[in-house]
Nanobody, 113 residues
Framework: QVQLVESGGGLVQAGGSLRLSCAAS???????YSWYRQAPGKQREVVAG???????NYADSVKGRFTISRDNAKNTVWLQMNSLKPEDTAVYYC????????WGQGTQVTVSS
């Protein structure tokens, strides 16, 4: 069973940066890699996505601050988060879309004001 392993979350002050990583434990045929987040009491929302061809999309709330990147061969995706705000506080999940959906276990990001 292939799993997605996330790392890089933590506590940071507003204005700071974090870099999240997500790697598959085995080989996955992936069409698109995405990051989602879920804050307490809110629905899970998409933050950023990138296709295997390199096309990206971002939520309006993170445009200009977050950057998604991937390595197809290594089945790894990253999310560079700069100029973090308290409202970015959430559990962040990676998602790989291929022949099936794969989800990471989630990593907590907390931004203090």
């Amino acid at each position: 069973q292939v799993q997605l392993v996330e790392s890089g979350g933590g506590l940071v002050q507003a204005g700071g940066s974090l870099r999240l990583s997500c790697a598959a434990s085995g080989s996955i045929f992936s069409i698109k890699y995405s990051w989602y987040r879920q804050a307490p009491g809110k629905q899970r929302e998409v933050v950023a996505g990138i296709t295997s061809g390199g096309s990206t999309n971002y939520a309006d709330s993170v445009k200009g601050r977050f950057t998604i990147s991937r390595d197809n061969a290594k089945n790894t995706v990253w999310l560079q988060m700069n100029s973090l705000k308290p409202e970015d506080t959430a559990v962040y999940y990676c998602h790989f879309l291929g022949r099936q959906h794969y989800w990471g276990q989630g990593t907590q990001v907390t931004v203090s004001s």
